[in-house]
Nanobody, 115 residues
Framework: QVQLVESGGGLVESGGSLSLSCFPS????????MRWYRQIPGKERELVAE???????NYAAAVKGRFAIGSDSAKTMVRLMMHNLKPEDTAVYYC?????????WGQGTQVTVSS
């Protein structure tokens, strides 16, 4: 069973930056989409950013211009670079990799932005 291992979360002041990384425990073939989601307690998980197999990048309106999703050419990892962080970005962030009908999820990493 392939697992996604996330790292890079933590506490940062408003206006600061963080970079999250997500590494599969084994090679995932035929990746169609790589995504980052976030979830605040009591709310539904929301899509933050996605990177398609064709190289398109899409972002939620709330993070556009501040966050950037990226991967290496071999798609062995997915990264989320977050700049100008705001208190409302505080959440647990999850990476997701889609391969055909199969979805892989990370365990989540906490990002806390202090005002």
């Amino acid at each position: 069973q392939v697992q996604l291992v996330e790292s890079g979360g933590g506490l940062v002041e408003s206006g600061g930056s963080l970079s999250l990384s997500c590494f599969p425990s084994a090679k995932i073939f035929s990746i169609s989409t790589m995504r980052w989601y976030r979830q605040i307690p009591g709310k539904e998980r929301e899509l933050v950013a996605e990177l398609t197999s064709g190289g398109s990048r899409n972002y939620a309106a709330a993070v556009k211009g501040r966050f950037a999703i990226g991967s290496d050419s071999a798609k062995t990892m997915v990264r989320l670079m977050m700049h100008n962080l705001k208190p409302e970005d505080t959440a647990v962030y999850y990476c997701n990799i889609q391969s055909g009908s199969r979805a892989y999820w990370g365990q989540g990493t906490q990002v806390t932005v202090s005002s």
